[in-house]
């Protein structure tokens, strides 16, 4: 096992590897770009580094800088998070050429799964319908070209990284160079890759991924689903574990193809394979997440598997010993993602409570949230027996929350989990956008 373990990210996410470190003792290296050295994770880790300046390119993606951390501080391992290098696979040979262990696929595998448009083809070679689409296009001529194949209305997509970023929706010819332009750019600087390829836009459909974790010695453990339909700009707004459309025998289908594209790329972490599901209950494969997600909490609660821990074993060699039957998941959990509006400082905070209520945070009253990076602020994670149980409870801590000082969205999720088609299980992706919830 590793003795001490560098987190290349930072807020929650690198909070919670900080507190599973510290339960598995194993000593902890923080960085961080200058507006975060007064931030929690800087504070509680035992040790700390500024990487560079307040832009994400100059601190969380500077590869260089956050190697020599590592190496300054004797990190054995680095763990990534999400987002940032999370799925770089770049940054993974370049933790293997130091030494360091990457927490997480191996480069070959990232190139393979973590770029979705190679993740579409291996897809396709073991039998997972997939979306109608292209593969990378380079120019806008190209572009056109496949546009007109595919088909409008269409969706340009960055082929790193995910979270919703380097994604536009085209609906007609006259839009896509715009389109291409700015999707492209986003991902450059999210993800320091500019490649982006087309992909036909469904509507009336629901986005459900399938959480995995699999070891070094060819076992994958499937951790339940999870519905991730309620999107504002490509990003997801609030997460549920199971997914209220999904019966036994879709689901059972669902969660093999999810097995055999892990299996497929030699799939080693925690990880997720999305797919859209339509009403008639066909389904297609749009993506692999070879990395930690956002809403991994909720599937831990339903499973009870701490996710990051097993990461971390994984890592290290130890083998998974837990059986499908023993992970099966039960009961619901829900989670919903508070984002900040603008900047600021957060002069009153206070964190609601209760049986199986939590509100993974690095928030503390009288600390700032600086204008850089990502707007989420945190996640609040609910869970009980039954789904009607978890509605009634995230209703509650949402009203028990309080975070004055910056505007957030914790009323517009409110509002959302109080709606009858919310209540139901009734949505899509589009419920959103068009204004039905």
């Not at 120019?139 to 595919?150: F, P, Q, S, Y």
């Not at 900040?340 to 009288?366: E, M, S, W, Y």
């Amino acid at each position: 096992m590793f003795s001490k373990i560098l987190i290349a990210n930072r807020g929650e996410i690198a909070l919670r590897v900080i507190r599973v470190c510290r339960e598995m003792g194993i000593s902890t290296v923080a960085v961080c770009s200058e507006a975060d050295r007064d931030a929690l994770p800087a504070l509680l880790a035992d040790e700390c580094v500024c990487v560079g300046a307040n832009a994400p390119r100059d601190s969380y993606l500077n590869i260089r800088n956050i190697l020599a951390a590592a190496e300054l501080t004797g990190a054995q391992a680095i763990h990534p998070g999400y987002g940032f290098l999370s799925e770089n696979p770049a940054f993974a040979r370049a933790c293997e050429q130091a030494g360091l262990t990457f927490i997480g696929p191996s480069g070959d595998v990232l190139d393979r799964m973590g770029d979705k448009n190679n993740a579409r083809q291996l897809a396709v070679s073991i039998g997972v319908p997939v979306i109608p689409g292209s593969e990378i296009v380079e120019t806008l001529d190209e572009a056109r070209a496949e546009a007109e194949r595919v088909g409008y209305p269409l969706l340009i997509k960055a082929a790193a990284g995910g979270g919703g970023k380097g994604i536009r929706i085209v609906e007609s010819p006259d839009a896509l160079p715009s389109a291409f332009a700015t999707a492209s750019e986003e991902a450059i600087a999210s993800f320091g890759d500019g490649r982006v390829y087309l992909e036909r836009y469904l509507t009336g459909v629901r986005h459900v991924e399938v959480q995995l974790l699999a070891d070094a010695y060819g076992k994958i453990l499937t951790l339940g689903e999870r519905d991730c339909s309620l999107q504002r700009n490509r990003q997801k707004v609030i997460e549920e574990t199971p997914c209220p459309a999904l019966d036994g025998e879709t689901r059972a289908k669902l969660t093999a193809a999810a097995v055999r594209a892990a299996a497929a790329s030699g799939y080693r972490g925690a990880g997720t394979v999305e797919f859209l599901l339509a009403p008639d209950k066909s389904f297609y494969f749009i993506e692999m997440n070879p990395r930690l997600q956002v809403e991994h909490g909720v599937s831990e609660e339903v499973s009870g598997v701490d996710i990051v821990k097993w990461q971390i074993r994984v890592a290290a060699g130890i083998p998974l010993p837990m059986t499908q039957e023993s992970v099966t998941p039960t009961g619901c959990a829900i989670e919903c993602r508070i984002n900040a509006k603008n900047a600021g400082k957060i002069d009153f905070l206070h964190i609601p409570g209760g049986h199986r209520v939590h509100f993974d945070t690095a928030l503390v009253q009288g600390g700032t949230v600086p204008p850089y990076y990502d707007s989420m602020l945190g996640k609040l994670i609910v869970f009980a027996a039954t789904r009607e149980e978890a509605v009634r409870k995230m209703e509650a801590a949402l009203c028990e929350l309080a975070i004055d000082g910056v505007d957030t969205n914790r009323n517009d999720q409110l509002s959302l989990v109080r709606t009858a088609a919310f209540r139901a299980g009734r949505y899509d992706t589009l419920s959103l956008a068009e204004g039905r919830m």
